[in-house]
């Protein structure tokens, strides 16, 4: 049962535009959510997270927005830039929970 | 400041053999978490420790799989008599306490083959 959803496998954007990534959750649980990027043969590196008591967070070119009535997030990445061409992971954890459930990653490809 | 360390980067082991990862937490980290990657898939969680404590391993498939984390020493993943199956990358992550406003810091992972 994946509680954790990220629906486009790949995405491709021009360099200056703006990249929109998106994730679906379906446990109305979760009370904390982050964003992660991942480069081949790396672990995942934190980028931004969001708590429930907020729909907006932002720090530099990143802005994750929530929507808990659609439970929906989204990652707003602007200008993208050819660096943040990466795998970016969602992910949730619930106040009682022990662990954070991953979505299976949307594939970013930012073109020069 | 070290972040979190796993070895061996890579491991090759036939059908039948043993596996073992290993993973060092940041300093001043005392939870450790294992995940799982399988080929086009996200990461699973496997299983979720403190010192010397197992405190969460729902993730764990039921036979051959263990985990420990002693009082001295790296977080062990043990795969015993492994199958093709569990070929994957294997990440460990740790944070210097649960709850709300923790994040995980990732070490590099652990690829293993299984021939």
């Known amino acids: 049962d994946q509680q954790v959803k990220q629906n486009s496998p790949s995405l491709s954007v021009q360099e200056g535009r703006i990249s929109i990534l998106n994730c679906d959750y379906t446990?109305?649980?979760?009370?904390?959510f982050l964003w992660y990027k991942k480069y081949p043969a790396e672990g995942p590196t934190f980028l931004i997270s969001?708590?429930?008591?907020?729909d907006k967070n932002e720090d530099g070119r990143f802005t994750v927005f929530l929507n808990k009535s659609a439970k929906h997030l989204s990652l707003h990445i602007v200008p993208s830039q050819p660096g943040d061409s990466a795998v970016y992971f969602c992910?949730?954890?619930?106040?009682?929970?022990?662990?954070?459930?991953f979505g299976t990653g949307t594939s970013l490809t930012v073109i020069p | 400041n070290a972040g979190v360390m796993q070895n061996p980067r890579h491991l090759v082991r036939r059908r039948g053999q043993e596996a073992r990862l290993r993973c060092s937490p940041m300093?001043?980290?005392?939870?450790v978490y294992w995940y799982r990657q399988l080929p086009e898939e996200g990461l699973k969680f496997m299983v979720y420790l403190q010192k010397e404590n197992i405190i969460d391993e729902s993730g764990m498939p039921k036979e051959r799989f263990s985990a420990e984390f002693p009082k001295e020493g790296p977080s062990i993943l043990r795969i015993q008599q492994v199958v093709r199956g569990d070929s994957a990358a294997y990440f460990c992550?740790?944070?210097?306490?649960?709850?709300?406003?923790?994040?995980?810091?990732f070490g590099s992972g652990t690829q293993l083959s299984v021939l």
């Open positions: 969001i708590s429930s008591i907020k």
């Open positions: 300093k001043g980290h005392s939870h």
């Open positions: 992910a949730a954890s619930a106040p009682t929970g022990n662990q954070f459930y």
């Open positions: 992550a740790s944070s210097p306490r649960q709850g709300m406003g923790e994040k995980l810091f």
């Open positions: 446990n109305s649980m979760f009370d904390y």
